[in-house]
């Protein structure tokens, strides 16, 4: 079975519409991505939308299926798959960077800011790995964990025991955690000074600066989607 990066393919066919002079511009200036691309996760580029029809301009093959969605930033395409190998590809030409092995399957995506990676996987270990090179910078013990929400210095990432961290970017020191009485199953989001989650069956709001609890709101189910 032909195992492709789909969700990469479908970028480059994207990039392929529009010159590459412009491909920098059209992933924003602030060297700052990550899932939907911003922590709000709109879902929105800056720049001007892709001309004509989409071209594919190339594959990658990887060791497994891919189910991680990719981040694009300063040119590289960083993408996860379930081989357990986190890629960096040269958004043009398709050409691997380096890969790095987190011992487990990866389904989410990477955030990418301040020269770093920010990774997840089925090991249960987070990673911080430097953007140009591919070599770690420190690694943090959870159980399975979202797609990591980068602002400022901090790495906001839910885990699958109910806890929701927040972790300084640069030394991977925990800030402040909370936990839920269920899975934190949502990738957080961050609008302004609040930090939005749901695990099990609340909906919750915090300070994303000090982690105080701003409201909850109790579903009559489990809160399993990202909020945006």
Do not use: C
Not at 24 to 33: F, K, L, P, V
Not at 39 to 59: D, N, R
Request: proline residues 6%.
């Amino acid at each position: 079975m032909r195992r492709v990066i789909v969700f990469a393919l479908i970028a480059v066919m994207m990039l392929g519409a529009v010159p590459s002079a412009r491909v920098a511009r059209a992933q924003g200036d602030t060297g700052t991505s990550m899932f939907q691309g911003n922590p709000e996760h709109s879902g929105q580029q800056p720049g001007p939308a892709p001309e004509g029809l989409p071209v594919q301009q190339w594959t990658f093959q990887t060791g497994g299926p891919v189910r991680s969605s990719p981040t694009v930033v300063d040119g590289t395409v960083y993408v996860g798959s379930k081989d357990g190998n986190l890629y960096a590809l040269d958004a043009v030409s398709g050409e691997e960077r380096w890969r790095f092995s987190t011992g487990g399957a990866i389904v989410t995506a990477p955030a990418v800011s301040d020269g770093r990676v920010y990774v997840s996987s089925f090991s249960g270990v987070l990673h911080a790995i430097d953007a140009a090179l591919g070599e770690p910078i420190w690694q943090m013990q959870t159980t399975s964990a979202t797609s990591p929400v980068v602002v400022g210095d901090l790495v906001y990432v839910g885990a699958s025991d109910g806890s929701l961290l927040a972790i300084n970017g640069e030394t991977g020191v925990i800030r402040w955690s909370a936990t839920f009485a269920g899975f934190a199953v949502g990738t957080p989001a961050v609008a302004g000074q609040t930090l939005f989650v749901g695990g099990g069956s609340q909906m919750r709001a915090f300070d994303k600066d000090t982690g105080k609890l701003r409201w909850a709101y109790e579903a009559s189910a489990d809160v399993s989607v990202t909020p945006t």
